[in-house]
């Protein structure tokens, strides 16, 4: 044996000390505090420390093993420029295939060949300006549908977690039974203003409820300002969420198939032929979220929900997402809608064909005419604000979408 | 709570352990994990208003094989949770240091 292999035995040694000396302190910590846990009534239990995102920090702790240092998990850096990466890269493998399946539910299959051999030979990391390129005779908003579907089928797995995410932190929030007002205090600081309402008629111990409030506005803000730049330690903890979160989690309606939803959505004049739903069924809606609301705490009149509802919607008026799309023209806004019309609730379809028999100017700006349309005086009906509500969370949507290509 | 895995490396960073193999490091890190787990949640306990000790008992133990779900649960029922954190594994970091200086 030479030196060289006798110096690094002797440091082993010692660290073996000190490793053993701390291994006695934590065998005695860890006696002590399960007895006192025990005494409280609590079960032993996993470490919070096990999260995923510490074995890639101890992995790079290793790497740096003779320097004796670490490089700490930067959340706000590294790995969110990573993640993006990762994502653009992602979508550019996936989404042109994806478009392409698009593209067979819009019945112009027989260029799809075309279409993908033209993106791959002329990519720009912009599909939609590619197909335009190529295919200016195919209707742009038809464009937009495919690559927005197939953006959306990308992002399914990032929703489903979201609301996996967020049905845990509000499984937290059962005792705030208890405590509404703090409750109150949470969705509000945690909640986009057109998320507010549905919590308000919300029974925060009704599982089945979470599916009413994790609305599309919900998901798609969230996405808006948080899906590209989601540290991997996101996706991780949810991998390790019991799958049992999903359950109870309400299955959405089924959509129509593409074509049913696109059908004759190019021309205006088509929009009358939606099937209508009468008054009866907004008031049907209403009632089931009045039962609710009052259900939730015996002490809350129908009073209170409208009141709710009214302040909800002056709150809907004053957000991003009103301005974001208030001033584009009323006949861009319909022509949008039609196109989205499957995503929309009955009643909001029935006033969308109303809208359109008594667009005047299809020059003015939606914002006006919407409101315009919906009320006459400065409160809504109760039909109003569930109208509005779609319409605006679900117009955003798309505006926003428009504008990210 | 992201920076809860930094403060848990930050705490074998402290110790000189010279040369060990990572199996013992690995080992070391999830023990301290859990001496660590178990004084947060005896702390927090104590921060508990009583008349909501039950209930926090109680989200605990059905928790208690899902550190995310108890993560987020104590994130949003303790205001303060955070630093009572903190203080702990402050608290765990000086305990080891002492030891070493015995």
Known sequence: MHLGETIPQLETRESESVLSQIHEFNVQEKSKNLKDLAANGIDKMKSIFQRLNIKKAIKSFFKKEDENEFEPIDNNNEDISESKIELNEKIEQEVGPKVLLEFDTLNISSIKSDIYTYYKENHTGNIRKAIVAKYPE??????????????????????KEFKSKIATQL?????????????????????????????????TGNKLQYENFISDAVVSKFLDQHTSTLPDEFFDEIDEKDQSIHQPIKTPEP?????????????????????????????????????????????????????????????????????????????????????????????????????????????????????NYLTNDSIFSKKDIH???????KLDKTVTLSKQK | MTSLENKLLSIIQDIDLGV?????????????????????ILRLLNEVPSEKKDVFIEKINEHKDNPNKMLLFIDHFIDNADEIIDEEIEKYKNDLKSLQKQ
Do not use: C
């Open chain 1, 255 to 371: 959509t129509p198939t593409a074509l049913e939803d696109l059908e004759g959505v190019d021309n205006l004049d088509d929009l009358g032929n939606r099937p209508v739903y009468t008054s009866e069924d907004i008031d049907n809606v209403f009632t089931k979220e009045l039962n609710e609301f009052t259900q939730s705490d015996p002490t809350l009149t129908e009073a209170d929900f409208i009141n709710t509802l009214t302040n909800q919607s002056n709150g809907w008026i004053n957000t991003q997402m009103y301005d974001n799309i208030s001033n584009i023209s009323t006949k861009d806004a319909l022509i949008m809608l039609g196109n989205i019309n499957s995503e929309l609730k009955p009643f909001t379809r029935t006033a969308l064909s109303d809208m359109h028999n008594t667009m005047s100017d299809e020059t003015i700006p939606f914002g006006t005419f919407l409101h």
């Open chain 2, 20 to 40: 060990i193999n990572e199996t013992k490091k690995l080992s070391l890190l999830d023990e301290i994990g859990d001496v660590l787990t178990e004084r947060i």
């Open chain 1, 387 to 393: 109208i509005a509500s779609d319409i605006i969370t």
């Open chain 1, 138 to 159: 195919i209707p742009q908003n038809k464009i937009d549908i495919a690559v927005n579907r197939a953006i959306t089928q990308l992002s399914e797995k990032p929703v």
């Open chain 1, 171 to 203: 499984e937290a929030h059962d005792i705030f039974k208890e405590d509404f007002a703090k409750f109150w205090q949470w969705r509000l600081k945690n909640l986009p203003p057109t998320a507010h309402a549905k919590f308000v008629h919300t029974d």
